[in-house]
């Protein structure tokens, strides 16, 4: 479970702080111009990172308190 929690975060941090390289590992290829993410991408992907996050640490505090 600690496992799940920390990949979570950790995978919920990279959407918040670098989702050009998400855009760039899972949608790039998609597009035959590929210049860059839209705004409303990179937004999109900056709340699930931010949800993301919250529900890692919330599943780390839930094991550590069980």
């Known amino acids: 479970m600690i496992f ?6 950790a995978a919920g941090l990279l959407m918040l702080f670098k989702p050009q390289w998400v855009w760039s590992i899972s949608e790039s290829w998609k597009s035959s111009d590929a210049s860059g993410p839209s705004p409303f ?26």
Not at 4 to 9: D, E, K, M, S, Y
Not at 41 to 66: N, P
């Open 4 to 9: 799940v929690a920390i990949f979570l975060a």
């Open 41 to 66: 991408y990179i937004k999109s992907i900056r709340f699930g990172g931010i949800l993301c996050t919250l529900a890692g640490i919330a599943g780390g505090v839930a094991y550590l308190m069980a």
